[in-house]
């Protein structure tokens, strides 16, 4: 089982900048989440979506950031535009159903310049 | 609003000296909880799911406990390889049992 792939797994980029964060949850789950983990603030959930539709999105810090689920395996998340602030570590998580553990992609460590 | 605190935020053991971690949650129609250990660089790892008070889980040197408002991972005998941080996470069941996670415990044991 390949697990949650998570891609690309670092990127810098400059204020401003467009980032789209990408992610290929396990195949069967139908349950994907993204956090994101900083040091002041831990791990915090942005938003899931459950059989392709964002369930719950009250994470979202603000309208420059959206998440969308085209199909049962492949999400993103976009960034537009970028700021410092936003530099942290995203995961990507998926579940087979509502009561299932969560596994966890290896991230992808945004730098924003 | 649905909080979840881990104590302590740190906790430096010799190797061999046991301890335990706290993790505590206020969250309304509490069904169960989950443990995870992340190691730096990496995703959470998935170590224990309890789902009534009253139950334990062990696997290798780790216990996981759950009361009705706070769960225990007791590391007993703790190796090097322990050092991690250990994350707890109740569902929230009135939001589709969304995991909140809590701030974490860095466990570093030295030999």
């Known amino acids: 089982d390949a697990g949650v792939i998570q891609s690309p797994r670092h990127e810098v980029t400059e204020m401003g900048q467009e980032v789209t964060l990408r992610c290929k949850p396990i195949s069967g789950h139908n349950s994907l989440f993204w956090y994101r983990q900083t040091m002041m603030r831990g791990l915090e959930l942005l938003i899931y979506f459950n059989n392709n539709v964002p369930i719950d999105d009250s994470g979202m810090p603000e309208d420059r950031f959206s998440a969308k689920m085209p199909n049962a395996s492949f999400s993103t998340l976009k960034i537009q535009p970028s700021e410092p602030r936003d530099s942290a570590v995203y995961f990507c998580a998926s579940r087979t159903d509502s009561t299932g553990e969560l596994f966890f992609g290896e991230g992808s460590r945004l730098t924003v310049l | ?111």
């Open chain 2, 1 to 111: 609003e649905d909080q979840v605190t881990q104590s302590p935020e740190a906790l430096r053991l010799q190797e061999g000296e046991s301890s335990s971690l706290n993790c505590s949650y206020t969250v309304s129609g509490l069904r169960g909880l989950f443990w995870y250990r992340q190691d730096p660089g990496k995703g959470p790892e998935f170590l224990f799911t309890l789902y009534s008070a009253g139950e334990e889980k062990e696997k290798e040197r780790l216990k996981a406990t759950l009361t009705k408002k706070e769960s225990f991972l007791h590391i007993t005998a703790p190796k090097p390889e322990d050092s991690a941080t250990y994350l707890c996470a109740p569902p929230v069941v009135a939001a589709g049992n969304k995991l909140t996670f809590g701030g974490g415990t860095r466990v570093l044991v030295k030999p």
